[in-house]
């Protein structure tokens, strides 16, 4: 079965890190372009960040950027997501999502993960 | 970036009616990326149809259309599981980007 699992997510201070993990299973994760989209409480889906299948080519939001750093480890099936200079309004659920190509542009993102949940307050 | 407006914002309907969502973009997006995911309360989105095709397990009641910048989904003969938030998506260009959701409510 085609899986991702997300973990790392807790509450942190405003101002502070977090790295969000994405475990997969179940496909070859080196052939898969891989995604981060996050749900801030009562609100809608906002997407985050993409990574090519090679890690080579990136997309980040303009809502994130500079702060925030997607990377991939295809020798352990994990993706990252490096967070840093949290702000309140980074709190969401975040969710890990596999595309159905080795591209960030032009293909559907077709698993999600359960999410986890990060908290930014003081 | 390509805003996505859903209407309506919510849909009441009873079980065997008929539910549809429309989409509208703010500027044109080719229907091969556009999709639709469910959403159920305390759950993560499932996506549901991608271009014209259904994605794995998805039943023959769910269908989307449209074309340019007006995209719809369709549910016929609405069942109580159907009940969910629904999101349109487009992946055409960067961002990506979702519209902000329907909730459809059975009767």
């Known amino acids: 079965e085609v899986q991702v699992e997300e973990s790392g997510g807790g509450l942190v201070q405003p101002g502070g890190s977090l790295r969000l993990s994405c475990s997969a299973s179940g496909f070859s994760f080196n052939n898969y372009a891989m995604h981060w989209v996050r749900q801030a409480p009562g609100k809608g889906l906002e997407y985050l960040s993409g990574l090519s299948s090679s890690g080579r080519t990136t997309y980040v939001a303009d809502s994130v950027k500079g702060r925030f750093t997607i990377s991939r480890d295809n020798s352990k099936n994990t993706l990252f997501l490096q967070m840093s200079s949290l702000k309140p309004e980074d709190t969401a659920v975040y969710y890990c999502?596999?595309?159905?190509?080795?591209?960030?542009?032009?293909?559907?993102?077709?698993?999600w993960g359960q999410g986890t949940t990060v908290t930014v307050s003081s | 970036e390509t805003v996505l407006t859903q209407s309506p914002g919510i849909l009441s309907l009873s079980p065997g009616e008929r539910a549809v969502i429309s989409c509208r973009a703010s500027?044109?997006?080719?229907?091969?990326?556009i999709g639709w995911l469910q959403q159920k309360p305390g759950q993560a989105p499932r996506l549901l149809i991608y271009g014209s095709l259904r994605a794995s397990g998805i039943p023959d009641r769910f269908s989307a259309g449209g074309s340019g910048t007006d995209f719809t989904l369709s549910i016929s003969r609405l069942e109580p599981e159907d009940s969910a938030v629904y999101y349109c998506?487009?992946?055409?260009?960067?961002?990506?980007?979702f519209g902000q959701g329907t909730k459809v409510e059975i009767k």
């Open positions: 998506h487009q992946y055409g260009t960067q961002p990506r980007t």
């Open positions: 500027q044109t997006v080719s229907s091969s990326y």
């Open positions: 999502v596999k595309g159905l190509g080795s591209a960030i542009d032009y293909y559907v993102m077709d698993v």
